[in-house]
DNA sequence: CCAGAATCTTGACACTTGTCAAGATCGAAT
DNA sequence: ATTCGATCTTGACAAGTGTCAAGATTCTGG
């Protein structure tokens, strides 16, 4: 019977020790969330834990308390940016039952989020940067610009399929080609070039039919 | 006669002016090549005038009078490292008399680059991301992207017409996809990938006949 | 050769940075 | 209600930052 309380114990205990972990993890999320407001606004290079804490409702403390340093902190932002972005297109792919209608909706989507989270963007190719830099960035970016070249894939795979061909060229190119097109007209829209988002909207419209 | 001892005076004043400013200007680029050495290991967020200073000949104090800033400086380190850049394939377009000599002759210079100059391109990549926060940096990196957008026309038209044909796509999307590849085949050579130059020029050797 | 300008060195300044530790506050189990 | 550990605040520290100014040095025209 000893054996079974301690049994009983150890699970309660086991429960309590999980429920402070995710407790703890929900934490860091929400710190990681609010360094990502700061992060998207002055980008890595100028990005301080007290620039982070005074634009948040937390003391620059809490942020060493949480992750052991900055880097922490930032490789757990990229990775929970990550989670957001990989299924942005996924509603779009899995409803569309004809070519235009995936070309509309891809497009519409892809106009929006270039607009409306070009910080977030533009914070994400800063990291891309850094991780050639900085050693520990570049597994959480490697991890995420695959599952990025998997989205533009399924995106592709889809397109081509509703047309009843198959995609002409490998994923890893046709995420080059859609991500350096993107890059681009992020760097043009953020320079006020009014003409950055129709100009990519037309170059893929241009481009789907070629390329898959 | 007192017109012309004060025309020629004021040539000769000019000459020693315009001497002068060639001087200085010199000079800038002297301390700009120094300063890439430095950025070009360390990235722009963690490179400080100092540390510049240290990695080279100079003391902190020249940098400070010869550039009004640390952007001035940077700024100055990105116009001349596009002057070295946009002519590396020039004489490879010039001299290739068949489509297979163009795409060896490119792909040999693009390997070449990819591994001995990784550091210059890393730095590129920082800062075209680093324009997307500081407004002062666009102009100028808008000015290199046109010019590499120009330099991958120039290989993709030559290698059109060496077949007889016509690019397919516009310059814009050929230069994002050479621009993607180039990047990601960057990013995954400085984890340590071995496979990543030759990934590369096997997707790019795939990719020429399909393009143009 | 010498005065004045150009160039460079040195050291200081005010400020920001990441990190940490001592203590305050909170929450929950006993 | 008390106690103890988890959580958070606050303030301090040393190191590093960009900037600048005063003076040393070098160059150059007369």
Redesign the pocket.
């Given at each position: 019977m000893a054996r079974q309380v301690t049994g009983a114990a150890r699970r309660v205990a086991e429960a309590?020790e999980a429920l402070?972990d995710e407790?703890?993890n929900a934490?860091r999320i929400e710190?990681a969330e609010a360094a990502l407001e700061t992060l998207g606004e002055l980008g890595f290079a100028?990005?301080?834990?007290?620039?982070?804490?005074q634009n948040s409702?937390?003391?620059?403390?809490?942020?060493?308390?949480?992750?052991?340093?900055?880097?922490?902190?930032i490789c757990c932002c990229v990775r929970h940016y990550k989670a957001k972005c990989v299924t942005r297109y996924d509603e779009v792919v899995a409803t569309a039952t004809s070519r235009d209608e995936l070309t509309e909706g891809f497009l519409a989507k892809l106009a929006a989020t270039l607009q409306n989270e070009a910080r977030m963007h533009r914070l994400w190719y800063d990291l891309r940067s850094q991780a050639m830099f900085e050693a520990a960035f570049r597994k959480d970016v490697l991890e995420i610009d695959k599952s990025l070249e998997a989205m533009i894939w399924r995106i592709a795979s889809r397109y081509a399929e509703l047309g009843g061909k198959r995609p002409a060229s490998s994923p890893g190119a046709l995420y080059a080609l859609f991500d350096g097109l993107f890059q681009s007209a992020l760097l043009k829209h953020l320079a006020g070039d009014k003409r950055a988002v129709p100009e990519l909207l037309d170059e893929v419209r241009r481009l789907l039919p070629t390329v898959c």
């Open positions: 309590a402070r407790k703890f934490r710190l100028r990005t301080s834990l007290r620039e982070i804490a409702a937390f003391t620059h403390g809490v942020f060493h308390y949480y992750f052991s340093d900055k880097l922490d902190l």
